[in-house]
């Protein structure tokens, strides 16, 4: 691995820069000011939403050189590409990322506690999340850190009754067991903080007595960062504050949440793409199943001084997302194309 000529990072490449977490992760860092950030753009692709104060490299995935120049120089590559981009493009940005010599990767892995076993052996796609941090690793080349935030708040809540469990449009809601159970949750602005504040750390203690944060420390170790620590009936409870309804103007039903996933893992293992969504989030609620990682693993949001955020600004942002015509109904006629699903 390189040795970088000071101790801190000062160009950072960016793939999937357009896409919702992507955008959001380079409005974030070019916020903080530090940093000269490179957006990686498909040759062939519209570059009109990328914000100003970028350099682009535009690349083509099935040219391994095109991939190599422009991370040639880079010193931190974070990769934010679509889950539907496949995990042939991913592993083409990890190799590259070696050729070129990038010290350090935060690789697409947005989610769940990866160290977290008993969660691990309940959700289906445990295998191909840790394979984008394997591949990191596997090269011997990048420092890996994925970003553990496990589900993301207004999205998850905008999506409907497949996902958290509740259907904002319909007010209607399905509480997993009793509804109790306390997962974390990030809003896609606090993941966007934390790697700002994480790349604009020194790379190593400045003398062995140096108790400051550095990157170093998540060297090849998870990230944890979180920006809500909370159940299905405090978000029900928000949604109650912000709409100004009660429990009487909404259909809330309980299901056990085993019981829930095991029809959902079913009907997916049957076919049903689609059940993908409800076999992940109720298992993420089992009780004691790894979905609050807070209470045993803490996170790196003081160390990182990100803010206390406000729960229902999210929960009004998470149904400005349901507006007809809004992100929503396009995210979902996306993500319906490229699976070949209707959702």
């Known amino acids: 691995m390189s040795t970088?000529?000071?101790?801190?990072?000062?160009?950072?490449?960016?793939?999937?820069a357009t896409g919702n977490i992507g955008s959001v992760l380079t409005d974030e860092v070019l916020k903080a000011g530090k940093h000269t950030v490179t957006v990686l753009a498909r040759a062939g692709g519209s570059n009109t939403s990328?914000?100003?104060?970028?350099?682009?490299?535009?690349?083509?995935?099935?040219?391994?050189?095109?991939?190599?120049?422009?991370?040639?120089?880079?010193?931190?590559?974070?990769?934010?590409?679509?889950?539907?981009?496949?995990?042939?493009?991913?592993?083409?940005?990890?190799?590259?990322?070696?050729?070129?010599g990038v010290p350090h990767v935060m690789p697409n892995y947005w989610g769940a506690d990866i160290d977290n076993q008993t969660y691990f052996k309940s959700t289906l796609n445990a295998e191909a999340s840790r394979?984008?941090?394997?591949?990191?690793?596997?090269?011997?080349?990048?420092?890996?850190?994925?970003?553990?935030?496990?589900?993301?708040?207004?999205?998850?809540?905008?999506?409907?009754?497949?996902?958290?469990?509740?259907?904002?449009?319909?007010k209607k809601a399905v509480l997993f067991d009793d509804g109790l159970t306390?997962?974390?949750?990030?809003?896609?602005?606090?993941?966007?903080?934390?790697?700002?504040?994480?790349?604009?750390l020194p790379v190593h203690p400045s003398s062995p007595d140096d108790g400051k944060p550095t990157l170093s420390k998540w060297f090849n170790k998870p990230l944890y960062v979180s920006s809500f620590l909370l159940s299905q009936r405090d978000m029900v409870d928000s949604?109650?504050?912000?709409?100004?309804?009660?429990?009487?103007?909404?259909?809330?039903?309980?299901?056990?949440s085993r019981e829930r996933y095991e029809k959902a893992k079913e009907a997916f293992e049957?076919?049903?793409?689609?059940?993908l969504p409800r076999c992940l989030y109720s298992c993420i609620f089992f009780p004691g199943g790894g979905g609050d990682y807070e209470s045993t693993k803490g996170t790196a949001n003081q160390e990182l001084g990100l803010p206390v955020e406000d729960l229902d600004e999210a929960t009004r942002r998470a149904i400005d997302m349901t507006q007809p015509d809004g992100w929503r109904d396009g995210f979902v006629a996306r993500y319906s194309a490229a699976l070949g699903v209707t959702l």
């Open 4 to 16: 970088p000529t000071k101790n801190r990072i000062e160009r950072v490449a960016i793939a999937g």
């Open 50 to 100: 990328l914000p100003a104060g970028v350099k682009v490299a535009i690349v083509d995935y099935d040219d391994e050189d095109s991939l190599v120049a422009a991370l040639k120089g880079q010193q931190f590559l974070v990769i934010a590409i679509a889950i539907y981009s496949g995990a042939d493009a991913n592993h083409k940005l990890v190799v590259a990322a070696a050729k070129a």
């Open 131 to 170: 394979a984008l941090i394997r591949d990191v690793e596997d090269q011997g080349v990048s420092t890996c850190t994925p970003m553990v935030c496990n589900t993301w708040y207004e999205y998850s809540l905008s999506m409907g009754i497949d996902f958290y469990g509740i259907d904002v449009i319909n």
């Open 182 to 200: 306390k997962i974390n949750t990030s809003t896609w602005r606090q993941c966007g903080r934390a790697l700002a504040a994480l790349l604009a």
């Open 239 to 256: 949604l109650h504050r912000v709409m100004g309804t009660t429990d009487a103007d909404w259909d809330i039903k309980y299901e056990p």
């Open 270 to 275: 049957g076919g049903d793409r689609r059940a």
